[in-house]
């Protein structure tokens, strides 16, 4: 196996997973198998119990894993799927040599940063490059900038990694800004030059320096840059700011050949440069759409770009699949509470109420889903939209009063969304959720069924503690709602649908975690094909 370390510089939001994954996609397209993983050198043993606010998306594996939104980008830029093992944090690390400390497998030595805990980092390469023997290139994105105290045990660790496995196994890639002065009308390199100084300080010699820039990057720079971080002049590659959407990185990343200086340095030999026809079709489609929808997310991390990622660019690849660019409309779900769904939503092709934990603005977003519903407007909720998409209708279709889930008001006289037995006594707030991918059954006739393909079984990712509470399926079913899917295992809802509504489906699972450029999941395609047919009608 070869492997590529990705390292940031300068600062942070540069862009480093984007970098990462679409080296990943151009290797793909030239016949490489790549894997990719993360290590993020925060305390957390995963971000599963970090805020959006903190952290943006928590981004859920099929095997249940919950892990950091680059992982999302990695599994829509590449086709690896992912596990565990590909998402690591200092928080596991220290867990697990504490763990043998309190076992006693180190023999009574003192245990110490070096060896114990960078040897730790190494068993999981080690580990990771078993279980992928057919893995021609492992790449590894190490969380936060060159220079924080908290990454200096994953930088020393790889540096050692790399003596052992062989430096003409591994390419170290730094990805770094070049601050453009607006007074001066000047990019700077300085920042770049000591970042690389500083990598340089802790053993580590990058081999190819992405260089994040607004505008292009001259001649006189690439060569000063490759003087002053020692890397030859080809190996200074520019990244720029792409203009529509980060699908266009990989392409942009490909002007300066960096899958061809990958391959040379890993003597990967002559791959057969990268024909990208089909990525390029999408992004083509995604900048010159022939058809515009809005569609109002209400949630309640709204201003937070990064907090339902994987759902924004799920709508794109649904957009892209019919031509259409979706305008997306953020909605404060709380405001909805103040001003009402008309006033606040106004007139749009789509209703997406996302995922979300704890009661603050969930009053509004019943009112969001009532509003889709009485106005005949396309209805998606995904998991908690579920939810609140089955209180509304018990509310205001079954007569059901004040119904809610238990999460919001545990003396709710009709629980219509409840704790399962197994989740009652749970303390823990660490993966105690139902997480990760599971088996449900599709009923035939149901739009679900339809926009799937008639298939019988799905597969689809969770995460979540709340369910569709069974006690009441028979009352909702016989007011009209229509259970179109169930869990294999034990039956539990897992998709909900309206039938006499151009589009109202509700999914207890995370669709957006599947959905891919070129495969936009069958829910978010249906969801903005009936969006479309709204706009046209209008
Ligand atoms: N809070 C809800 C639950 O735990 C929904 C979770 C979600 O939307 N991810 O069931």
Same mark, same amino acid.
């Given at each position: 196996m070869k492997y590529i370390f990705v390292t940031g510089g300068v600062?942070?939001?540069?862009g480093k997973g984007l970098a990462a994954a679409s080296i990943g996609t151009l290797l793909e397209h030239r016949g490489l198998t790549t894997l990719m993983q993360k290590f993020d050198p925060y305390l957390n043993v995963d971000p599963g119990t970090m805020s959006p606010f903190q952290h943006g998306e928590v981004y859920v594996l099929d095997d249940g894993a919950e892990t950091d939104l680059d992982l999302g980008h990695y599994e829509r830029f590449t086709s690896g799927v992912l596990s565990r093992m590909n998402n690591l944090t200092s928080g596991q690390v220290f867990d697990s040599v504490i763990k043998k400390e309190r076992r006693g497998e180190f023999l009574g030595k003192t245990v110490q940063f070096i060896p114990h805990v960078t040897d730790e980092i190494k068993l999981r390469m080690h580990k990771v490059t078993e279980d992928n023997p057919n893995t021609d290139v492992l790449i590894t994105e190490i969380g936060g900038t060159v220079g924080d105290m908290e990454g200096l045990l994953f930088i020393e660790a790889l540096r050692q990694f790399a003596l052992e496995v062989g430096k003409e196994n591994v390419c170290f890639i730094h990805v770094t800004l070049l601050p453009y002065i607006k007074a001066a009308g000047e990019v700077k390199t300085k920042p770049t030059q000591q970042s690389v100084a500083k990598l340089r300080e802790l053993g580590i010699q990058p081999d190819i320096v992405i260089c994040r820039t607004e505008a292009d990057l001259d001649e006189d720079n690439r060569k000063k840059i490759a003087m002053f971080c020692n890397v030859e002049r080809k190996n200074v590659v520019a990244f720029r700011d792409v203009a529509h959407t980060i699908y266009e990185c990989p392409l942009d990343l490909r002007r300066d050949k960096i899958d061809r200086l990958v391959v040379d340095k890993l003597g990967l030999g002559h791959t057969p440069s990268p024909a990208l026809e089909d990525w390029e079709r999408f992004v083509q489609r995604v900048i010159h759409p022939k058809h515009k929808v809005t569609i109002a997310v209400a949630g309640k991390y709204i201003e937070l770009q990064d907090a339902y990622k994987s759902i924004y660019e799920s709508l794109i690849h649904a957009g892209a699949h019919h031509d259409t660019k979706v305008q997306i409309i953020r909605v404060e779900a709380e405001a909805i509470e103040d001003r009402g769904a008309k006033e606040v939503?106004? =007139?749009? =092709?789509g209703i997406l109420v996302p995922g979300g934990f704890g009661d603050r603005g969930i009053e509004g977003k019943v009112l969001a889903a009532k509003y889709a519903r009485e106005s005949n407007i396309p209805y998606f909720g995904i998991c908690l939209g579920m939810q609140i998409a089955t209180i509304e209708f018990a509310r205001?279709?079954? &007569?059901?009063? =004040?119904?809610?889930?238990t999460e919001f008001d545990k003396a709710t006289k009709y629980p219509v969304i409840c704790l399962q037995e197994e989740q009652k006594g749970i303390e823990d707030m660490g993966a105690t959720m139902r997480l990760g991918s599971s088996e449900s059954i599709l009923f035939t006739g149901t739009k679900a069924a339809d926009l799937y393909g008639n298939v019988d079984r799905i597969h689809e990712r969770h995460r979540h503690r709340y369910e569709f509470n069974s006690d009441y399926q028979d009352r909702l079913q016989e007011a009209g709602l229509v259970i179109s899917s169930v869990s294999a295992?034990? &039956?539990?809802?897992e998709i909900v649908e309206l039938p006499d509504h151009p589009f109202y489906v509700g999914a207890q699972?995370?669709?957006?975690?599947?959905?891919k450029p070129n495969h936009p999941h069958p829910l978010f395609a249906g969801f903005v094909a009936a969006a479309l047919e709204k706009s046209s009608n209008a």
């Open positions: 600062v942070s939001s540069l939503i106004g =007139d749009v =092709d205001n279709v079954c &007569g059901l009063k =004040d119904a809610n889930s295992e034990e &039956g539990l809802v699972f995370h669709p957006e975690f599947q959905s």
